[in-house]
């Protein structure tokens, strides 16, 4: 059973800091790795999918990081500012377990 | 597109009763997931339908809980009778190749049994 861990579980930046959060998950056998966001109140918005046979994808700030074989993605947040205030949370996508969702790390940027 | 349209958004009901949620997922999309969150549990994946077919409801909790969908465009969750433990928030999402399996969710209903 895949099982998805996220550090730090909690992080409070000033504004403009660039920011890492990681995921670690014990399964390695995925068809990709997706990282959501989710705002207080509301679902979840998709950001990043990277597939297996990637290595990072980008968008925009955002720039995420996939080592399959230690099994281990990384979010990467640059220039950071009050609107990327949410939970961030990490899914690898397995055959059997289909999406498996970390706790989360609940990021807050302070002007 | 209007995305994942679940409904009602929130739902107040009292223990006992029965509880159904609606989903109606993006055009296109083959596979439809349930999800349910908490904050003890976070979110936990309850069933998946792949082209209308339920593929793997191990995560649905009980017998209580049953799920349906009888066509491309519909899916409910069914809570019966309901339970104070089964206060959360209940997503569905769905998949495809049209969008490249990136998955949408939807805004969620809230659901507290009192």
């Known amino acids: 059973k895949q099982e998805v861990t996220q550090i730090p579980a909690a992080l409070s930046v000033p504004e403009g800091e660039n920011l890492v959060l990681n995921c670690s998950f014990t399964d390695s056998a995925i068809y990709n790795l997706q990282w959501f966001r989710q705002d207080p109140g509301k679902g979840l918005t998709s950001l990043l999918l990277?597939?297996?046979?990637?290595r990072e994808q980008t968008s925009g700030r955002l720039n995420a990081s996939l080592d399959k074989s230690s099994g281990r993605s990384t979010l990467y947040i640059a220039a950071s500012q009050p609107g990327d205030s949410a939970t961030y949370l990490c899914a690898p996508y397995t055959s059997g377990s289909r999406l498996t969702f970390g706790e989360g790390t609940q990021l807050t940027v302070n002007p | 597109d209007a995305g994942v349209i679940q409904s009602p958004r929130h739902e107040v009901t009292e223990m006992g009763q029965e509880v159904t949620l609606r989903c109606k997922p993006i055009s296109g999309h083959n596979s439809l997931f349930w999800y349910r969150q908490t904050m003890m549990r976070g979110l936990e994946l309850l069933i998946y339908?792949?082209?209308?077919?339920?593929?793997?409801d191990s995560g649905m909790p009980e017998d209580r809980f049953s799920a349906k969908m009888p066509n491309a465009s519909f899916s409910t969750l069914k809570i019966q009778p309901s339970e104070p433990r089964d206060s959360a928030v209940y997503f569905c999402a769905s998949d495809g190749e049209v969008s490249g399996n990136t998955i949408y969710f939807g805004e969620g209903s809230w659901l507290t049994v009192v």
């Open positions: 339908f792949n082209n209308n077919v339920p593929i793997d």
């Open positions: 990277i597939q297996s046979s990637q």
